[in-house]
């Protein structure tokens, strides 16, 4: 997925086999959508996950569902709105790139601000390490982007966005890492 992207040729996943260019279909078809279903799971959490999962598989077995009714199960599950999901990453080639700014560790609890610099309103995880392990970890939801935020960081050394990139975003270098 990566490639495609970085060179401005990506397509988004909701689209017909055919008309997806030679290059794309193995990258968006099997990669880009498999690394949108994986950060869709580390968002909800795995329990979650699993649940609007089988939900779906109950409600649509031996039928033939339609997109939106991926979306209407999981939103109904998950309790959550996921149009970012479902509408904004399935249906653009927008590119996600957010950035750590104003980190500040205290030994207690670290306060930042992250900056969505392009791509879609989507939520997004900040972890706080030790050693380059993590310690702590916390999802925020799309709007809270520009304000200031605050983890519970003790004995934190390090202060990223997304170090397990689980987000699909194509700029990780202005992450963090202080």
């Not at 990566?2 to 040729?9: D, F, G, M, N, V």
């Not at 959490?45 to 009714?69: I, N, R, T, V």
């Amino acid at each position: 997925y990566q490639l495609p992207a970085s060179i401005h040729i990506d397509q988004p996943i909701e689209m017909r086999s055919s008309e997806y260019l030679p290059l794309n279909y193995g990258a968006v078809v099997y990669k880009k959508t498999a690394l949108a279903f994986d950060y869709l799971r580390a968002y909800l959490g795995e329990s979650l996950y699993d649940q609007c999962m089988h939900a779906y598989f109950e409600e649509w077995k031996f039928k033939h569902p339609q997109p939106q009714d991926v979306k209407a199960v999981f939103e109904k599950v998950s309790g959550k709105n996921l149009s970012w999901f479902f509408d904004d990453l399935f249906n653009t080639t927008n590119q996600q790139d957010f950035a750590l700014r104003k980190p500040h560790l205290d030994g207690t609890k670290a306060n930042f601000t992250v900056q969505q610099r392009s791509g879609i309103a989507a939520p997004f995880v900040v972890s706080g390490l030790k050693n380059g392990t993590t310690i702590t970890e916390q999802w925020f939801e799309a709007d809270q982007t520009g304000r200031t935020l605050e983890i519970p960081c003790q004995g934190c050394d390090k202060l990223v966005i997304d170090p397990n990139k689980v987000m699909i975003e194509t700029n990780y270098r202005n992450n963090g890492g202080i």
